[in-house]
Structures are given as C-alpha cells and as structure tokens.
C-alpha cells in the first residue's frame, strides 16, 4: 500500500516540462535521452515529459506545444534558443516556473520573469584541468581548442586544474578551426567547440571532449565528455526559484571506462570530476 500511494503521488504530480527538438533528440542518443529523463524525473519525483517542436517553431508555436502538453507543469525547462517562447509563456502563466538553459550564453538584460541557467564553465574547466593531467603522457603537452576567445579567468581556472595534478607547464591554446600539427608533442587535446577537424585525423591522443554528442558515437580516443545540454542542466536545477533569478550548475562530466587505461586512473577521474573550484 506504501509503494502503490507512493507511485500515486509521483503520477499525479504536476510533470516537469523539458522543450527540445528532434535534432537535439538525435544529437543526444535515444537511450540516453530516455535514461536521462528517468534519472530527472526521480530527482523532482515529476513525471518528465518532453515536449519536442520544429527547429524553426516560432514563440507562439512552442507556447502552444507547452500548454498542450500540460495544463499546470510543475515547471518548464526551455532551452536557449527558445528563449522568445519562453519569454511568451512566461507571460500567459506567470505563476509557473520556467527556467532558460542558457548554457554558456551570458544571462540576457532584463529577462528577470524566470530562471536563467549557466554553465559553470569556471568548475568545469577545473575539473578538466584536473583531468587532463591524469591523461597526460609523460613529458608532453596539453593542447586546448576553442572556438572563441578563452578568458583569463577560465584560463587560470584550466591551469589551476593542472597544477593540482603537478603539471605545471602551461598548455597550448589554439583556436578549434587553425590548421595545428605539432600533435607529436602532445599528450591531451581538450575540445571545446567544433572537433571535428581534429577527430577527423584520427589520432591516438586521449580527448576531453566539451559537448553535447551521445559518448557512444564518440572515437575511441576520446576518455571523457562535458555536457551541458539543456536536458544534462535540467537534473541539477532548483527545486525553486533562487532570489537571484540566475543560477550556476556545472556540466555533467561523463569518463568512459573502457577507454582508460587503468583502473587507477579511472578511479581517480571519477574522484576529480567532484571536486569543487575555489577561486584563489
């Protein structure tokens, strides 16, 4: 009797609402999208429905698609590039939640209706520092490709990555779309932004991979991947709207363990993927 009132009670709840696109659904994987969705669903105890629109869905569109979907969700998770239809929502339901996962968008100017959620890339790239010292060969570089000016701040934040591991060579930063080829003197590529290029050459160098791409689909190189997708964010957001309408969550570190050589070091990725950033 405990058990059927407790599935009751989960059922009734009013659901958590997740708009995405079929693009996004192929990108992510089926099965991890559904795996994904249990594992949020479980942590609001909220059935999770997932309301998927048109890439070009207008705001009046997605508002539609999420009113039909649920008369009074418990709240609505909108990814970034919908961020018309949320504002729109947002405006016909001002008494539901809705949070915006902007990723690593910066928060708009005067969006304060509902939740705005960025990634903290600063805990990331700590984390990936930390990392890509344990995948470093001996006596080698660490190369780091971005698709955009990497600031100081998350400059220092990857470094203070690596010298907690006792690297203590600053890496190399290339722009993602430069044709790089010292790569023999490179012992970790870490990717945030197009890979393609450089995954493409097939290289046997360990990869720290910043995306939203199904793990599985990934080359065999690749040892450890950051999502920050919408629906990856979605597990972490608060329950309720923090005073401050902004809130920070770290990506969601996922490390292959088929592809890492030694339980020891799997073991102490899975340990650095936890470890908190504090600004010095």
């Known amino acids: 009797m405990v058990l059927f009132g407790a599935g009751g009670a989960f059922w009734f709840r009013s659901p958590v609402l997740v708009v995405t ?12 999208f559904y795996l994904k969705g249990i594992v949020t669903s479980l942590k609001f105890f909220r059935r999770l429905i ?3 629109v048109a890439e070009s869905a207008g705001s009046d569109l997605i508002r539609l698609a999420v009113e039909g979907s649920s008369r009074l969700p418990g709240m609505v998770l909108f990814p970034y590039r919908y961020i018309q239809g949320a504002q ?16 690593g968008n910066p928060k708009p100017r005067g ?3 509902f939740t705005f ?3 903290d890339t600063a805990q990331d790239l700590y984390r990936a520092g930390l990392c890509a010292a344990i995948l470093n060969g001996e006596g080698k570089s660490i190369l780091f490709f971005t698709d955009g000016v990497l600031s100081d701040a998350y400059r220092k934040a990857f470094q203070e990555g690596l010298r907690a591991q006792g690297f203590l060579n600053d890496p190399v930063y290339a722009n993602a ?19 393609s290029k450089f995954i493409d050459r097939n290289l046997k160098i360990p990869v ?27 597990a972490s957001v608060p ?15 996922i490390p292959l363990p088929s592809r890492i050589d030694g339980k020891k070091d799997f073991r102490n990725i899975q340990a650095l993927i936890k470890e908190k950033f504090q600004e010095k």
């Open 208 to 234: 720290i991979l910043f995306s939203w791409v199904d793990p599985a689909t990934t080359p065999r190189a690749v040892k450890l991947v950051f999502d920050d997708s919408p629906l990856a964010l979605a």
């Open 88 to 103: 729109q929502y947002k405006e016909a339901h001002p008494a539901i939640p809705v949070f915006v996962m902007g990723g």
């Open 21 to 32: 696109d079929s693009s996004f659904n192929q990108l992510y994987g089926p099965l991890r």
């Open 177 to 195: 779309s430069a044709d790089y080829s010292s790569y023999s003197s490179i012992g970790c590529v870490v990717v945030d932004g197009p890979a």
């Open 111 to 113: 969006e304060a209706a």
């Open 117 to 119: 959620v960025t990634t």
């Open 50 to 52: 997932t309301v998927t």
């Open 239 to 253: 329950r309720s709207l923090p005073p401050a309408g902004e809130v920070l969550i770290p990506s969601e570190p």
